[in-house]
């Protein structure tokens, strides 16, 4: 990436920032059968947001990653996690792939609902991004 290229994307995204956008997809690539979207939400009161890599193959998602280093959770959450529980950037995106065609049945992780919605509104974008190139 070339410096202009690295000034235009940070002042996008102070832009997006500053206009209170809650979700975009920052990128879009192909990989033989994979369509790799990358997509930035955040909660309404977060500052940062996270950025989830979502793969599709044949329209359905087959994998996702999330970066949630910069997410907090609640009190609740902390006092009661507990190693073997998993950590919700490695439970949630695999409830979403489970659930992917109705997120209504993802269940949230009590003490990281926020990291739990988050995720959700990243598969909802990307979903509907897919289905609108089908179109």
Do not use: C
């Amino acid at each position: 990436m070339t410096d202009l290229e690295s000034d235009v994307k940070e002042a996008v995204e102070r832009l997006i920032a500053k206009n209170k956008f809650m979700g975009y997809i920052e990128s879009v690539a192909t990989e033989g059968e994979n369509t790799v979207l990358v997509v930035k939400t955040k909660r309404p009161a977060g500052i940062d947001f996270v950025t989830s890599s979502i793969t599709f193959t044949g329209g359905r998602i087959t994998a996702f990653e999330a970066d949630t280093e910069h997410e907090d959770y609640d009190v609740s959450y902390n006092n009661n996690w507990k190693e073997e529980y998993g950590h919700p950037k490695d439970i949630i995106p695999g409830r979403i792939i489970e659930n992917q065609d109705d997120l209504e049945g993802v269940e949230a992780i009590t003490g990281a609902t926020d990291t739990t919605n988050i995720l959700i509104e990243a598969a909802r974008i990307a979903i509907s991004y897919m289905e609108a190139g089908d179109e």
